[in-house]
């Protein structure tokens, strides 16, 4: 198939804020590599999961590619063209195609605006439709994220709400124009469990209805199970493993990503024992030398302190970056 995403060697490096004293002592600037090297495609229509703990880049990765930051460097390729290279204005216009679904609902929406204004807002910033056919498209994109009665949604403020309800009124607002490609980052974190999968499903529902692409990043890989048709798993800036939802469930074979399988409560899966990585994620300021996860692996050889993995071919399209597979 034809990819819509396409990310190659992606790079998002923050300088670190220097004290008076470094300065004086000239001390090198320091970077936090954020996003080191990120590379994916994701096709029409499908959707990727990326799965990653705090600090691993995910959701740094998420917002490059819609770029609410710029990349320091690689190429972002939308449909086949570069928008790195695209001016405010024209990523203004393109904003349309490319939304995105923040994890905290309450942040994200006007308390004093009633939901149905503040989705027909939407409408109205990129000049679609009139006053009467903007009211129309709303409350038919309230049906379909289920809050019905439409018309009585329409005029609630979102503290009349739910949780779940906010969130649904999010998701209206980002589908209702239309996009091609929709970030989710950590869209169902912040909810109750029984209400995140009745989220997860509504997603799924309206990605195939609507043929979306999607960029589902989270931090809990059970959640990815409804919804992504492949899976990234990023640590500290480098994605270490890729494939598809059975590559990575079944047959995971990086060994961070066997331990955050082994995490996952699923009574299904044939787990190997439970495996928990030695110690914290290192700071992403000061990365470990070679593999990046080595200080907590089990399976450590020398190689591993001295060599960067790079992420090779198991099989099909199930790629992995780690030496025992060399
Ligand atoms: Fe462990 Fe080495 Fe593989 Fe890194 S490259 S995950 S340290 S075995």
């Known amino acids: 198939g034809m990819a819509l995403i396409e990310v190659k060697d992606l790079k998002k490096h923050f300088p670190v804020r220097r004290g008076p004293i470094d300065a004086i002592l000239r001390k090198p600037k320091k970077y936090v590599k954020a996003v080191d090297g990120v590379s994916f495609r994701i096709e029409e229509g499908k959707s990727l999961g990326l799965v990653g703990e705090s600090g691993s880049g995910k959701t740094t990765t998420g917002r ?23 001016s405010k204005e024209e990523m203004r216009k393109l904003r349309k195609e490319m939304q995105i679904i923040f994890q905290d609902p309450m942040a994200s929406l006007n308390p004093y605006m009633r939901v149905g204004k503040a ?42 709400l739910s949780g779940g309800q906010r969130q649904r009124v999010v998701i209206a607002r980002a589908l209702i124009l239309k996009p091609r490609f929709v970030v989710a980052d950590e869209a169902v974190a912040m909810l109750d469990v029984s209400v995140r999968s009745q989220l997860l499903k509504l997603l799924q529902d309206l990605r195939k209805e ?17 919804v992504c048709d492949e899976i990234a798993v990023m640590y500290l800036g480098k994605i270490v493993e890729i494939g598809s939802f059975e590559d990575i469930y079944v047959n995971p074979k990086h060994p961070y990503t066997q331990a955050l399988i082994s995490a996952v409560p699923e009574p299904t899966l044939k787990k190997k024992k439970k495996f928990i990585p030695e110690g914290e994620t290192p700071n992403p300021i000061d990365v470990p030398s070679g593999c990046r996860f080595h200080p907590r692996c ?24 780690c030496h025992l597979y060399t």
Do not use: W
């Open 298 to 321: 089990p399976y450590r050889m020398d190689v591993c302190t001295e060599e960067e993995p790079q992420l090779k071919v198991v099989e099909g399209n199930h790629r992995v970056a």
């Open 210 to 226: 609507f043929n979306l692409t999607m960029l589902f990043i989270t931090h809990d890989l059970a959640t990815t199970k409804y």
């Open 119 to 160: 989705i027909e807002h939407a409408l109205e910033i990129h000049g679609i439709g009139d006053r009467s056919s903007r009211k129309e498209m709303v409350l038919e994109m309230l049906k379909k994220v289920n809050l019905e009665p439409a018309e009585e949604f329409y005029r609630r403020y979102p503290r009349e």
């Open 64 to 86: 490059v590619i819609l770029r609410l930051e710029e990349p320091t460097a690689g190429t972002i390729l939308f449909d086949g063209k570069d928008i790195t290279k695209l």
